[in-house]
T-cell receptor, first 113, second 118 residues
Framework: RKEVEQDPGPFNVPEGATVAFNCTYS??????FFWYRQDCRKEPKLLMS???SGNEDGRFTAQLNRASQYISLLIRDSKLSDSATYLC??????????????FGTGTLLAVQP | DTGVSQDPRHKITKRGQNVTFRCDPI?????LYWYRQTLGQGPEFLTY????????KSRLLSDRFSAERPKGSFSTLEIQRTEQGDSAMYLC????????????????FGPGTRLLVL
């Protein structure tokens, strides 16, 4: 079983729609959580960190449920420019020095005009 | 441009050849990571440097792979006797020290080196 699981999609939505992505992680010791965005043939870029209290950045809202080991990303009023792959990422640091990122497979979003 | 840079951006090689990739991190970032991404998958961790010390290597990093960061600045990743299964995008990321004992730093990725082994 992968440590971070996501529905690969694709999610095809019209402009202006609200879309939600979900992600589950298997290691209860995971302590940091992120959403990264990756455009086609480009590098991943940090979209936002995810906290138990929930956090919002404009049209984007991220939520963490530690009890269910579940992370979500909500995008409101989708734009064509939101089309990309959204990667769910966790850090599970076993007390070592490495904060290596553990990625899900990514969820592909295609916003249609 | 003061971001992470990687060279070359693309590499095509024949099976059995050796290849070397270079990563130049953001200045003063003491942490450097290598990841590998295959089609349809998220990036997978390969190895990590803190300054010049290689502190962790993934089991994905077979004996044919070696990485160095000799002066704590740029890093190289070499693959010897390449195999078709090595075809992937190799991503480098750098980060500053974390903000405080419990903090987590942001990793900044380079554009990647896309390797195709024929």
């Amino acid at each position: 079983r992968k440590e971070v699981e996501q529905d690969p999609g694709p999610f095809n939505v019209p402009e202006g729609a609200t879309v939600a992505f979900n992600c589950t992680y298997s290691n209860s010791a995971s302590q940091s959580f992120f959403w990264y965005r990756q455009d086609c043939r480009k590098e991943p870029k940090l979209l936002m960190s995810v906290y138990s209290s929930g956090n919002e950045d404009g049209r984007f809202t991220a939520q963490l449920n530690r009890a269910s080991q579940y992370i979500s990303l909500l995008i409101r009023d989708s734009k064509l420019s939101d089309s990309a792959t959204y990667l769910c990422v966790v850090i599970t640091n076993y007390g070592g020095a490495t904060n290596k990122l553990i990625f899900g497979t990514g969820t592909l979003l295609a916003v249609q005009p | 441009d003061t971001g992470v840079s990687q060279d070359p951006r693309h590499k095509i090689t024949k099976r059995g050849q050796n290849v070397t990739f270079r990563c130049d991190p953001i200045s003063e970032h003491n942490r450097l990571y290598w990841y590998r991404q295959t089609l349809g998958q998220g990036p997978e961790f390969l190895t990590y440097f803190q300054n010049e010390a290689q502190l962790e290597k993934s089991r994905l990093l077979s004996d044919r792979f070696s990485a160095e960061r000799p002066k704590g600045s740029f890093s190289t990743l070499e693959i010897q006797r390449t195999e078709q299964g090595d075809s992937a995008m190799y991503l480098c990321a750098s980060s500053p020290p974390p903000p405080g004992l419990a903090g987590v730093e942001t990793q900044y990725f380079g554009p990647g080196t896309r390797l195709l082994v024929l």
